[in-house]
């Protein structure tokens, strides 16, 4: 999804309806990105945080489970293999399979939820970090990576695209 300049319109189309709706449900485009801005100026990483969430001034976002600093480095390399090949399993017999099958059967239960500070900007919304194709193929799930890893800029050309 952070490689949005290469995929098709159709997919274009849906990552931008997807993340719309989503800033929607928060209270809108601009809560939505001051979300994303905290979230990249959090040091370590969000998702190694040992407390299961992350708060910032207008709302929070909060899992079901720690994640481990080791699992989200192995997040980090293992995206860019996934926007090269389709996938985030590295083709099986190779030294990293075990490993990424590992890091999708942990993460993969985990519910991420983002709620409002106020109820009265939006409900909210949740989502899982990994779309299970099949037994073979996963892709991370473009609502987890826009919210954890993608650039600003790059959520902004998704929420700002238009159909041609």
């Given at each position: ?50 407390n299961s969430g992350f708060t910032f001034?207008?709302g929070s976002v909060k899992w079901n ?100």
């Amino acid at each position: 999804m952070c490689d949005f300049n290469n995929l098709s319109d159709e997919q274009k189309l849906l990552h931008h309806e997807q993340l719309l709706k989503c800033a929607e449900a928060f209270g809108g485009v601009n809560f939505f990105l001051q979300l994303l801005e905290g979230i990249r100026k959090a040091k370590p990483h969000p998702l190694s945080g040992k407390n299961s969430g992350f708060t910032f001034e207008y709302g929070s976002v909060k899992w079901n489970k720690v994640v481990f600093q080791d699992k989200v480095t192995l997040l980090m390399k293992t995206r860019i293999t996934e926007s090269e090949q389709g996938n985030l399993y590295p083709p099986e017999g190779s030294s990293a399979y075990k490993k990424v099958n590992n890091l999708i059967r942990t993460l993969s239960p985990i519910e991420f939820k983002i709620e409002p500070k106020y109820r009265k900007d939006g409900e909210g919304f949740s989502f899982k970090a990994f779309d299970k194709i099949d037994e073979k193929v996963t892709l991370l799930n473009p609502i987890f990576d826009a919210v954890f890893f993608c650039s600003i800029d790059t959520v902004k050309k998704v929420l700002n695209f238009r159909a041609k």
